[in-house]
């Protein structure tokens, strides 16, 4: 099985995209614990995502309008959940996506457009917003898992893409540290179990 294989549930929802970061992480345990883990990892447990979010919602939290959910027990899919993203597919124990649109640019916060299906993220075309989405993919690998994130972003007209481009060369880093901060999240939880 290719990793291109597995990912099929995102490549389904969001083939097209102007921006994607990947990173993997082999686990010393079975798919099936590897996705308990993924979908109980808290905040908490993703060590660089309470600072690294606190800081992109100083803007909004300056003008009273933001919150930090990022401290919460709860678990981070369920938190992202109720926070505007949508599960775009669910392949248990393979592949989960989840996607949001909106303005990730504006530094006074961005509330993702509410969207009822992932028929709806797929088409959605309105100019002005971007469409992000966020897999995880679980892959058997020897006695172990290799456990593979991939994030894709698309503006949905030339002026969006030009900002949205121009927002990720200053957060990507960021961004590359919360996915990898993930992954050793979800390891330490499916390696401890």
Same mark, same amino acid.
């Given at each position: 099985?290719?990793?291109?294989?597995?990912?099929?549930?995102?490549?389904?929802?969001?083939?097209?995209?102007?921006?994607?970061?990947?990173? =993997?992480?082999?686990?010393?345990?079975?798919?099936?614990?590897?996705?308990?883990?993924?979908?109980?990892?808290?905040? +908490?447990?993703?060590?660089?995502?309470?600072?690294?979010?606190? +800081?992109? =919602?100083?803007?909004?939290?300056?003008?009273?309008?933001?919150?930090?959910?990022? =401290?919460? =027990?709860?678990?981070?899919?369920?938190?992202? +959940?109720?926070?505007?993203?949508?599960?775009?597919?669910?392949?248990?124990?393979?592949?989960?996506?989840?996607?949001?649109?909106?303005?990730?640019?504006?530094?006074?916060?961005?509330?993702?457009?509410?969207?009822? %299906?992932?028929?709806?993220?797929?088409?959605?075309?309105?100019?002005?917003?971007?469409?992000?989405?966020?897999?995880?993919?679980?892959?058997? %690998?020897?006695?172990?898992?290799?456990?593979?994130?991939?994030?894709?972003?698309?503006?949905?007209?030339?002026?969006?893409?030009?900002?949205?481009?121009?927002?990720?060369?200053?957060?990507?880093?960021? %961004?590359?540290?919360?996915?990898?901060?993930?992954?050793?999240?979800?390891?330490?939880?499916?390696?401890? +179990?």
């Amino acid at each position: 099985m290719t990793v291109a294989s597995v990912a099929a549930l995102l490549d389904e929802a969001f083939p097209r995209y102007d921006v994607h970061e990947v990173h =993997s992480l082999e686990l010393r345990a079975p798919p099936g614990r590897v996705w308990d883990a993924l979908r109980a990892v808290t905040p +908490l447990e993703i060590r660089v995502l309470a600072p690294l979010m606190a +800081l992109r =919602s100083v803007p909004a939290l300056l003008a009273r309008r933001g919150r930090l959910p990022y =401290s919460s =027990s709860e678990p981070l899919i369920e938190v992202f +959940l109720r926070a505007g993203f949508l599960e775009l597919g669910v392949d248990p124990g393979r592949e989960y996506v989840a996607g949001a649109v909106g303005r990730f640019w504006s530094l006074a916060g961005n509330q993702p457009l509410p969207l009822a %299906s992932p028929a709806e993220f797929v088409a959605f075309d309105d100019p002005g917003y971007a469409k992000a989405a966020l897999n995880f993919t679980l892959e058997p %690998s020897g006695a172990g898992t290799l456990l593979r994130t991939e994030t894709r972003v698309a503006g949905t007209d030339p002026e969006a893409t030009r900002l949205f481009r121009r927002y990720w060369r200053v957060i990507y880093p960021g %961004s590359a540290l919360i996915r990898v901060s993930w992954l050793n999240a979800i390891r330490r939880r499916a390696e401890r +179990l």
